[in-house]
């Protein structure tokens, strides 16, 4: 099902019994965070805060959180039954990625019915939490959409990345020269140019699912039409106010501004609790939005989301970015020719830092291809430090038996355990030391990573007492007589 528009999910959870509205006063430093947490933790509801400290006359009263933060709500957002498998979202988002619907601009929409310019714009006007403790400050963009535009091809990205309020009209950035808007910034600073942006809150849910994963798009097609094949429906886009940048006409805000490569105009940011679990990204100066212009609905809804995954702690985003990046993975192993891959999946509290990958193996070596494929790309820059492959009869959504197959498939002395060295990487993985996740310096961080072959291992030999196979035969299963006798008589055991 497409929304058009995120009131419309919003109230379809509502119909549903899976919104809360908050409309007891919170504070929006760290108490809001708290019980979000709180929340996430136990897969609770959405939330609707309705009574923000601060913000009863201003222009946005009212944030909305955790609308992805379930198995459920992760179904219904792509129009799948409530209790859908993860493999079945896997395989569905995997299929609509695939297939992008083009776009439809359009003259106007309700994010127009307001436009804020020059001295009247105020980013405290907008009910920003402080999120976690350490923070260095309120970070807007969180649960966001953020849409640059190559200055040498035209063609539009749009990527989540965190940004923090540094002043009535800046946001201080977290840029990796090798995510997608770097790529873009790099040519803008080429050329001696700013980058204009525009940053997207509140939508139909797909866009920022689309936008928050490494998904690959060439030539005109960008995150908007990919997020139009998800949501089986065209988006329709408006032009903004201050550049020719595209946003969704029905979004809630949208705020345009640009950067400059000018590090005089660099803003201090960070640190901020990040997707591992821990706080990253410490205090720098670091490129920053100068915003121009904020265009909004009336009665406007911030969206935001809590950031961190750790045991027992899920925030919203490691519910759907399991299933997000797992699709994108699977796709890029099909455009590249790996074969055989019947799955691909990656536990929510490990933000796809370990990978699964299930494959119908065909020949010697098929796992190397896979791990080589996935390391190459772009997803590489957040996801498959830790690459699991396993043949089809190993259930990779299910953890026991995977660690069945690692426990008993693998032989560290026979070439199962690969490790490649040096390679780009998470700049917020703190298993890194503290100078090699320098972005200023290396443009991102540095990975060793590893693939865990456990699919059997075809050096094995072909042994005639385990009936012409390389492994023997399960004795947890029961011969067919047997299994149909015990069938037949098991009300008379009594058990």
């Known amino acids: 099902m497409a929304y058009k528009d995120m009131r419309e999910w919003i109230n379809s959870l509502e119909d549903r019994g899976l919104l809360r509205r908050i409309k007891a006063e919170v504070n929006w430093d760290r108490e809001l965070g708290a019980i979000v947490r709180k929340v996430n933790s136990q897969e609770g509801p959405a939330l609707l805060f309705e009574n923000i400290k601060g913000y009863k006359n201003t222009t946005c009263r009212r944030l909305f959180t955790n609308g992805l933060g379930s198995k459920e709500r992760i179904a219904l957002s792509i129009g799948l039954p409530r209790d859908a498998s993860y493999r079945e979202m896997v395989q569905t988002m995997k299929e609509r990625l695939a297939q992008p619907i083009d776009s439809v601009i359009v003259n106007s929409g309700p994010v127009k019915e307001n436009i804020i310019k020059g001295s009247a714009i105020n980013l405290e006007e907008f009910p920003v939490p402080k999120w976690h403790h350490l923070d260095g400050g309120r970070y807007i963009n969180t649960a966001c959409s953020v849409v640059t535009r190559d200055p040498e091809t035209g063609a539009l990205n749009v990527g989540t990345y965190r940004g923090m309020i540094t ?37 139909d849910p797909v866009l920022f699912m689309v936008s928050s994963t490494a998904v690959q798009h060439r030539g005109k097609i960008s995150e908007f039409e990919l997020a139009g094949g998800l949501r089986q429906a065209p988006i329709e886009l408006v032009k903004c106010e201050t550049s020719d940048l595209l946003v969704p006409a029905a979004a809630e805000m949208i705020i345009e501004g640009q950067i400059s490569p000018d590090p005089a105009t660099f803003t201090k940011e960070g640190p901020f609790g990040e997707y591992p679990g821990y706080f990253g990204g410490m205090e720098s100066l670091k490129p920053s939005i100068k915003v121009d212009c904020i265009t909004h609905r009336n009665d406007p809804i911030f969206r935001g989301l809590l950031e961190g995954n750790s045991p027992g702690h899920l925030s919203e985003d490691g519910y759907y970015l399991a299933v997000s990046w797992a699709a994108a993975a699977w796709n890029i192993l099909e455009a590249i020719g790996v074969p055989g891959v019947t799955g691909v999946w990656s536990k929510q509290v490990t933000d796809n830092t370990v990978l699964r990958v299930q494959i119908r193996k065909s020949y010697r070596g098929h796992a190397k291809q896979v ?26 959504f299910d953890d026991e038996a995977v660690e069945w197959a690692l426990a008993y498939r693998v032989n560290a002395d026979m070439g ?6 040096g390679t780009f990487g998470s700049m917020l993985d703190p298993s890194v030391p503290l100078a090699q996740r320098d972005v200023a310096k290396y443009g991102q961080g540095k990975w060793c990573r590893v693939l865990i072959d456990a699919t059997i291992n075809w050096e094995l030999e072909i042994e005639e007492q385990y009936g012409g196979s390389r492994y023997p035969a399960l004795a947890t299963e029961v011969d067919p007589e047997n299994a149909a006798l015990v069938e037949k008589r098991w009300k008379e055991y009594g058990i």
């Open 371 to 396: 791990a080589n494929a996935l390391w190459g790309s772009p997803i590489a820059n957040y996801a498959a430090k830790m690459l699991i492959v396993t043949d089809e009869d190993i259930d990779i």
């Open 416 to 421: 199962d355990i690969s490790f490649f060295s």
């Open 167 to 203: 002043g009535r009209d800046t946001i201080g950035v977290l840029l990796a020269s090798t995510q997608h808007w770097g790529m873009h910034f790099a040519k803008y600073r080429k050329k001696g140019l700013p980058m204009p942006v525009a940053v997207i809150y509140g939508w």
